[in-house]
């Protein structure tokens, strides 16, 4: 990790089993994922606007730099961590920003996790095939 910055805010965000470590600063709009630009990382058009989606709502988008770490997951949760990371470092940097995020839904976190395999099923609830003969 690098030095820590005045300018820089930190979030985390965390989304099934991905954890982002986001920071954000006053820049030209540069979006990085894992070293990468996040356009390469996520490879999918959706996934690019529900990243952006924070900065576009208030509309600060192209403001800020944002270089994301992310472990855990897949893809699509990871692009979830880092919604939520970006939404709480911009909280960090402006409690103003606040009100709006929340209205948009951006500072909740999804708990939808996947539930965990029992024993005498073949899934989480499904059963095995019942054989009458």
């Given at each position: 990790?690098?030095?820590?910055?005045?300018?820089?805010?930190?979030?985390?965000?965390?989304?099934?089993?991905?954890?982002a470590r986001v920071w954000i600063e006053p820049g030209e709009g540069?979006?990085?994922?894992?070293?990468?630009?996040?356009?390469?990382?996520?490879?999918?058009?959706?996934?690019e606007i529900l990243v952006k989606s924070p900065l576009v709502a208030l509309a600060i988008d192209g403001k800020f730099n944002v270089r994301a770490k992310v472990k855990g997951g897949g893809v699509v949760g990871q692009a979830g961590a880092v919604k939520l990371g970006i939404s709480r470092a911009l909280v960090a940097r402006d409690e103003n920003l606040r009100k709006e995020l929340r209205?948009?839904?951006?500072?909740?976190?999804?708990?939808?996790?996947?539930?965990?395999?029992?024993?005498?099923?073949?899934?989480?609830?499904?059963?095995?095939?019942?054989?009458?003969?």
């Open positions: 990790m690098r030095p820590s910055n005045p300018n820089q805010n930190y979030g985390t965000g965390r989304r099934k089993s991905a954890v540069l979006i990085t994922i894992n070293d990468r630009d996040f356009k390469a990382y996520l490879c999918r058009p959706v996934l209205a948009g839904g951006f500072l909740t976190r999804d708990a939808r996790v996947k539930e965990r395999k029992k024993y005498g099923r073949k899934k989480a609830r499904r059963g095995f095939q019942f054989v009458k003969r």
